[in-house]
T-cell receptor, first 112, second 114 residues
Framework: KNQVEQSPQSLIILEGKNCTLQ??????????LRWYKQDTGRGPVSLTI?????NTKSNGRYTATLDADTKQSSLHITASQLSDSASYIC???????????FGKGTSLLVTP | NAGVTQTPKFRVLKTGQSMTLLCAQD?????MYWYRQDPGMGLRLIHY???????AKGEVPDGYNVSRLKKQNFLLGLESAAPSQTSVYFC?????????????FGPGTRLTVT
């Protein structure tokens, strides 16, 4: 069963616009949440990592938020660029074990 | 510093053939992982290793074997390939230091089994 749900499944936006991607999880006990960017044909690359004590973290035009009480996270992309076209994957770790729980990803297409 | 590398990048096998995928990392990381990624699904853990000489099963280990004879290398073997093993395979590694969560992924190996 998938304990990490992402929405929307896909998104198309115009270059220069902002967008927000959502991640809901049921993983418990929570350790950390990561957002990865995966370009087509490439491996995932980390954007942000947040532990339970952090509720926001930025990486350039990417800002992730975390609400550990409601078990929700969002990734906000500001002033989108064509190079932001990729799949964005939410990954949640539990306190115990080594396994990561991967969401299915949101496919973002930025058009001119 | 090459990070995590995988060989080969592409491979086509016939059903029943065997092959080994090689993952190498030059970051002196303790932990290494093998995942598979299929359309419409999140990455799924096949096997992982928490140190040289150790391996453990992940979520979908059937049909695969692994070995970690050297700290920098993690091998994934398919003894008798099946069409269901057609997928993109990613290797990842991370430091064993406390509080270090970052996983670094390789570029992937695209495997087709006919």
């Amino acid at each position: 069963k998938n304990q990490v749900e992402q929405s929307p499944q896909s998104l198309i936006i115009l270059e220069g616009k902002n967008c927000t991607l959502q991640c809901n999880y049921t993983v418990s006990p929570f350790s950390n949440l990561r957002w990865y960017k995966q370009d087509t044909g490439r491996g995932p690359v980390s954007l942000t990592i947040m532990t339970f004590s952090e509720n926001t973290k930025s990486n350039g035009r990417y800002t992730a938020t975390l609400d550990a009480d409601t078990k929700q996270s969002s990734l906000h992309i500001t002033a989108s660029q064509l190079s932001d076209s990729a799949s964005y994957i939410c990954v949640v770790s539990a306190m115990s074990g080594y396994a990561l729980n991967f969401g299915k990803g949101t496919s973002l297409l930025v058009t001119p | 510093n090459a990070g995590v590398t995988q060989t080969p990048k592409f491979r086509v096998l016939k059903t029943g053939q065997s092959m080994t995928l090689l993952c190498a990392q030059d970051m002196n990381h303790e932990y290494m992982y093998w995942y598979r990624q299929d359309p419409g699904m999140g990455l799924r853990l096949i096997h992982y290793s928490v140190g040289e000489g150790t391996t453990a099963k992940g979520e979908v280990p059937d049909g695969y074997n692994v070995s970690r004879l050297k700290k920098q290398n993690f091998l994934l073997g398919l003894e008798s390939a099946a069409p269901s093993q057609t997928s993109v395979y990613f290797c990842a590694s991370r430091s064993g230091l406390a509080g270090s969560y970052e996983q670094y992924f390789g570029p992937g190996t695209r495997l087709t089994v006919t």
